[in-house]
């Protein structure tokens, strides 16, 4: 009797161990399906921690092409809340347009429309945002020239050179780029002429009007031609009384 009990007992014990076993086995068979996706050999990747980057502000700005501008940008969860401080990455789709720094500081480098894409650097399942930059041209106010070598009448056959430069609605200069470059023309090229760089030339008498031209904006000042003077040259013989 005393044999039979402990061989009982024995068995009792070998069927709980087998029993713990299995147990330990459906649970390393469950983690390794729940790793294994859908059943394809892939594990399955854990959810993302950002779902979405949204630009604060305005999605669409404009500055001018020698402005600059600072967008920034926040990180949501799929539940729509924030997901905390994250590294971005600013990208622009347009870099003969603008360009854009790695903590989002857009440049204008010329006219036209720039694309400015921001994504999470270290989530790329993540959905980017996109702002629309619009780089406009400052516009000539007025035009001044420098006349100062061209005097109130030029004689005929004379030249003199005027210069010229766009002034902005700030009163200082604009570059000579994008059409604001100066222009001159002379309205009666019968009376006088004048060459791109500003050099005019007397032709005949009369009157005229100068004009110059730059980004859409002229000024004009009167030319006036005049006879060439006349010049008498007298001999004087001591010897004639």
Same mark, same amino acid.
């Given at each position: 009797?005393?044999?039979?009990?402990?061989?009982?007992?024995?068995?009792r014990s070998?069927?709980?161990?087998?029993?713990?076993?299995?147990?330990?086995?459906?649970?390393?068979?469950?983690?390794t399906?729940?790793?294994?996706?859908?059943?394809?050999?892939a594990?399955t990747?854990?959810p993302?921690?950002?779902?979405?980057?949204?630009?604060?502000?305005?999605r669409?700005?404009?500055?001018?092409?020698?402005?600059?501008?600072?967008l920034?940008?926040?990180?949501?969860?799929?539940?729509?809340g924030?997901?905390?401080?994250?590294?971005f990455?600013?990208?622009?789709?347009?870099?003969?347009?603008?360009?854009?720094t790695?903590? =989002?500081?857009?440049?204008?480098?010329?006219?036209?429309?720039?694309?400015?894409?921001?994504?999470?650097?270290?989530?790329?399942?993540?959905?980017?945002?996109?702002?629309?930059?619009?780089?406009?041209?400052?516009?000539?106010?007025?035009?001044?020239?420098?006349?100062?070598?061209?005097p109130?009448?030029?004689?005929?056959?004379d030249?003199?050179?005027?210069?010229?430069?766009?002034?902005?609605?700030? =009163? =200082?200069?604009l570059?000579?780029t994008?059409?604001?470059?100066?222009v001159?023309?002379?309205?009666?090229?019968?009376?006088?002429?004048?060459t791109s760089? =500003?050099?005019?030339?007397?032709?005949?008498?009369?009157?005229?009007?100068?004009?110059?031209?730059?980004?859409?904006?002229?000024t004009?000042?009167p030319?006036?031609?005049a006879?060439?003077?006349?010049?008498?040259?007298?001999?004087?013989?001591?010897?004639?009384?």
């Amino acid at each position: 009797m005393h044999d039979t009990s402990i061989t009982g007992g024995r068995r009792r014990s070998f069927s709980a161990s087998r029993a713990f076993v299995a147990a330990d086995l459906c649970l390393a068979l469950t983690t390794t399906l729940a790793s294994c996706g859908n059943g394809d050999g892939a594990a399955t990747p854990p959810p993302p921690t950002v779902a979405t980057v949204q630009l604060l502000g305005n999605r669409t700005v404009e500055i001018t092409e020698v402005g600059s501008v600072t967008l920034s940008a926040q990180a949501l969860r799929a539940t729509g809340g924030p997901a905390g401080p994250i590294a971005f990455r600013w990208t622009t789709l347009d870099p003969s347009v603008a360009t854009v720094t790695p903590v =989002g500081v857009v440049t204008a480098v010329a006219p036209g429309t720039a694309r400015i894409e921001v994504a999470a650097a270290t989530e790329p399942r993540a959905r980017p945002d996109t702002a629309v930059v619009t780089v406009r041209l400052r516009p000539v106010d007025r035009v001044a020239v420098t006349d100062t070598l061209l005097p109130a009448a030029l004689a005929l056959g004379d030249t003199a050179r005027v210069s010229g430069v766009a002034l902005g609605t700030d =009163g =200082g200069a604009l570059p000579a780029t994008f059409g604001r470059g100066v222009v001159f023309s002379v309205a009666d090229t019968q009376v006088a002429t004048v060459t791109s760089d =500003g050099l005019v030339r007397a032709r005949a008498v009369g009157t005229s009007v100068l004009r110059a031209t730059a980004g859409g904006v002229s000024t004009t000042r009167p030319l006036v031609v005049a006879a060439a003077p006349f010049r008498i040259a007298l001999a004087i013989d001591a010897n004639v009384p």
